[in-house]
Nanobody, 122 residues
């Protein structure tokens, strides 16, 4: 499966953005999908993940209550709605897919998108 992340941009603190992760392949509905982010000088960190059906989700503590992950399997797309953005949310955001269970560990994901930059100004 091939992934294309989009929706990043520059936003002021307190604002919102919605990221999209569009996938190719007719079996996308069998893949769990995760969002990760990497800030300059830092390691890639887990943000959120969703099961293949959308019935289960998981979030990093730092984004709980502000970010929402969802998916539309008919459109082969996973979304990350980001509200109440903070300067510390600034990073390149990546989506990743894994055929199977929802996971939060980056190294266990088999497929990665190219990343989209989110910049939050104070």
């Amino acid at each position: 499966v091939q992934l294309q992340a989009s929706g990043g941009g520059l936003v002021q603190a307190g604002g919102s953005l919605r990221l999209s992760c569009a996938a190719s392949g007719r079996t996308f509905s069998s893949y769990a999908v995760g969002w990760f982010r990497q800030a300059p000088g830092k390691e890639r960190a887990f943000v959120a993940a969703i099961s293949w059906s959308g019935s289960s989700t998981s979030y990093a503590d730092s984004v709980k209550g502000r970010f929402t992950i969802s998916r539309d399997n008919f459109k082969n797309t996973v979304y990350l709605q980001m509200n109440s953005l903070k300067p510390e949310d600034t990073a390149v955001y990546y989506c990743a897919a894994n055929q199977g269970s929802l996971i939060v560990t980056a190294r266990l994901y088999n497929y990665w998108g190219q990343g989209t930059l989110v910049t939050v100004s104070s």
